[in-house]
């Protein structure tokens, strides 16, 4: 967050001179200033909405700059520049001491962000209106590549990776063009879902979280027994082919299941991909110390669930190895029948 803004602000400082009421940012209908004061105030907004920890709403309060309604002498350019990095610094101070599993309200699209989330709209504020005002102001700036990618690989999770990340996130905002590509007219960032049942949350993965699994990292996650299992890292492998390919869905991808009693993640669950002509199919396993508690009878309970209540899906289908008797247990308890056999494998479905 710090990095985001020095470097707007870096860049920014060098035009403070110039008139920016007079000056309209970019594509937008606000000018310069209208710019700067709406970045401070997203800023100051997301970090009040992780201290205060608002879960059904933004926290009801604004930010006043001097001149606008209060008698005193208007901000000067400089002194909205001395605005956003305060805002800034504060969001990064909440980043820091939020613990990870806390949420708090946000409305795209689940209702919720964590503070992974918040972070990445912060930085997506900065460095989107950044470029605005100095594209209005007839000055380059292109932000750090890692930024960028921070932003996309977490709050954008549909969008293929392009050539480069800035140029991306610029096309992914309908700000630039991307060759091969459509023009976006309409967008939305996208913070990852999360579904709770009596013990544990569900935790959607981002194509960040993906990359970390399955390059033998953590995910940002303190794991029952040390690491996560095999077959998690390998359906970490598969979302960021996904991801890469441009048809990564996070509601139907790989879900996280953290336990909440101490926040320990005990394996993983997720679909094989979007559904298909009515039909979904579920995959899931949890590191040695975990099994025997019922967490994957819970999750699978769980997220079978939600996606039958989806429109798009009518049949959950899982496939468990005939040899694997307590994946079949789990798959039984939680309601699904069995099908058929074949090859040594066991197809079962739960349906509407």
Sequence with gaps: MEAAVADSVAVLGAVTDRDWTGVRAGRLEWNCRETAAHVASDLIAYAGQLAGRAQNAYVPFEITLDGTDDGLDPADNPGLLHVITTTGALLAAAVRTTPRSVRAFHPYPFRHANREGFAAMGIAEVLLHTHDMTEGLGVSYEPPAELCEFVLTRIFPRVKPGPAPWPTLLWAT?????????????????????????????????????????????????????????????????????????????????????????????????????????????????????????YATEALRTLSAWALAQDAVHTVVAVVEETNVASQKVVTRAGFTEVSRHENQITYELRA
Excluded at 257 to 276: I, K, Q, S, T, Y
């Design 174 to 294: 309908g700000r630039g063009e991307l060759e091969g590509r459509e023009p976006v007219s309409g967008w939305r960032w996208c913070n990852n879902p999360v579904l709770r049942s009596e013990r544990l949350d569900l935790e959607g993965v981002t194509p960040a979280v993906a990359a970390s699994l399955a390059l033998a990292g953590d995910g940002g996650f303190t794991w029952a027994g040390g690491a996560p299992a095999d077959g998690t890292r390998v359906g970490a492998g598969i979302g960021v082919t996904q991801y890469e390919e441009g048809a990564y869905h996070p509601e139907w991808g790989m879900y996280v299941l953290v336990r909440r009693e101490d926040d320990r993640a005990v394996g993983a669950m997720g679909f094989h991909g979007a559904p298909v002509d009515g039909r979904v199919e579920i995959g899931y396993d949890l590191v040695v110390e975990a099994r025997g508690n019922g």
